[in-house]
């Protein structure tokens, strides 16, 4: 039950993107750090929310959750800013304990190479050594795997004494219980007591709904291969599991209202957002899905309502920035928009002008008033290429082109996602027509 949450670059602004990051490799590091070079095979994106949700906590400055890691391949061989501290610890603790489980059930269950007798064997060895692991190093957090461990061994007895037609609700249970003790542990890391409760809550519906989509993607292969599956035992239909879900899914955000956070946004964005992106993936889009754009709409119903692959449907994508049909530009008055202008009209020049919606922007577009980057020569290029490729940039990093010095994805760094650029839909959860303040959502690449 990994992968739950999977945000898309195009979903997260640049700020929400870098601490997203930053948590990310801080886990990484923390595993190899505490547990050794192969236990970072376990880092994960779910596991990281403990992370951040010990940082979203905390009133300690920025500096004092960050250092500077070295070199590494998947950065293109660049330095990061990585998140550490005692969130970074339990993340990998955790991350690990629930890896040794997923690996154990992998070896009961004879899933592909784990059918080998060798393999099993080995596997057996990792798992009972990720477990001493994880407990020594959640110990040094305060917490104890135990329950995380305990939790897995009443699954497994659920599993086999569950009868045909039992609630599925029955079988997420160990789960519900273990991320609930994860999530209730980083208030007490941040000194935060009185969030517990709702940490708790949280943390048993996100169990909950890891568990139900882990099921519902694995049904049919299940089915295949005679493997237990819950929603197959229990007899619940895929309707039953969507409702489930989606429950979980606003239980989630109502949990995340009490709970007391110095920054939210980053917690809104994973916990808030991707989850309900997580049943969409597998169970299709819902069908009353409303965005923050249809509810601020004007009345006379002049401005779209819908749209599209890219956010909009056609003809509304170029007013997306005056209020005619979205949110106003971040930083001004929706009370007073910007006129429209022509866009043959020249940009407003000088320092410190506003850049208006038409004047083009991102990668490969000067700012206005700015000078191009300078086109390296071949010689100067062709040098620059191979440093790059050398040290991994041109793969795994967006870069500057060595020649143009444009801005660039990596080869096998491309984000051909599936998703529709969010931006239309930032704030679905959000009520009464308005963005809260968690979303963060101005920043998105897109420009929308």
């Known amino acids: 039950m990994f992968g739950i949450i999977r945000p898309c670059r195009h979903r997260l602004s640049e700020r929400l993107r870098a601490s997203w990051t930053a948590h990310l490799c801080g886990l990484c590091l923390a595993l190899r750090d505490d547990h050794g070079q192969l236990a970072r095979t376990a880092t994960n994106y779910d596991g990281l929310i403990i992370s951040v949700l010990v940082e979203a906590q905390s009133a300690k400055d920025d500096a004092s959750w960050r250092r500077t890691a070295g070199p590494c391949p998947l950065r293109g061989m660049r330095t990061a800013s990585v998140a550490r501290g005692e969130g970074a610890r339990l993340a990998a603790a955790v991350s690990l304990a629930l890896a040794s489980v997923k690996m154990r059930d992998h070896v009961e269950d004879r899933d592909g190479v784990f059918a080998r007798r060798p393999v099993a064997a080995g596997a057996r060895a990792v798992t009972r050594r990720w477990d001493r692991k994880s407990a020594g190093g959640a110990s040094a957090v305060g917490f104890d795997t135990a329950v995380l461990l305990d939790a897995a061994s009443r699954q497994s007895e659920l599993e086999r004494g569950l009868l045909p037609g039992g609630s599925v609700l029955l079988v997420t249970e160990p789960t519900e219980s273990a991320t609930s003790a994860a999530f209730a542990h980083t ?129 509304a994508h170029g007013d997306a920035g005056d209020g005619a049909g979205g949110r106003p530009p971040l930083g001004s008055d929706p009370q007073q928009a910007p006129p429209r202008q022509d866009p043959g009209q020249a940009p407003p020049a000088g320092p410190g002008a506003p850049i208006p919606p038409w004047v083009p922007q991102g990668p490969g577009f000067t700012p206005p008033g700015g000078k191009p980057p300078q086109r390296r020569n071949l010689l100067a290029g062709c040098a620059v290429w191979a440093l790059m490729a050398c040290t991994c940039q041109l793969m795994c990093c967006s870069h500057d082109d060595p020649f143009s010095r444009e801005r660039k994805d990596g080869w096998c760094g491309r984000h051909d996602c599936d998703c529709d650029c969010g931006c239309g839909d930032c704030c679905d959860c959000c009520g009464d027509g308005g963005c809260c303040d968690g979303c963060d959502c101005g920043g998105c690449d897109c420009g929308c």
Do not use: K, M, Y
């Not at 808030?272 to 299709?284: D, K, L, P, Q, W």
């Open 187 to 315: 208030a007490t890391l941040a000194g935060r007591p009185g969030n517990a409760e709702p940490l708790a809550e949280a943390g048993r519906l996100f169990g909950r709904l890891a568990h139900l989509l882990d099921a519902a993607e694995d049904q049919a292969e299940d089915a295949a291969n005679g493997a237990w599956n819950p929603l197959t035992a229990t007899g619940t239909d895929r309707a039953e599991a969507e409702r489930l879900c989606r429950d979980a899914v606003h239980g989630i955000r109502l949990a995340l209202r009490e709970v007391e956070l110095t920054d939210r946004a980053l917690v809104h964005a994973l916990l808030g957002h991707e989850t309900e992106r997580a049943v969409e993936r597998v169970f299709g889009p819902a069908a009353h899905t409303a965005s923050c754009r249809t509810r601020t709409a004007p009345a006379d119903g002049s401005a779209e309502h819908g749209h599209g692959a890219r956010g909009h449907a056609a003809g």
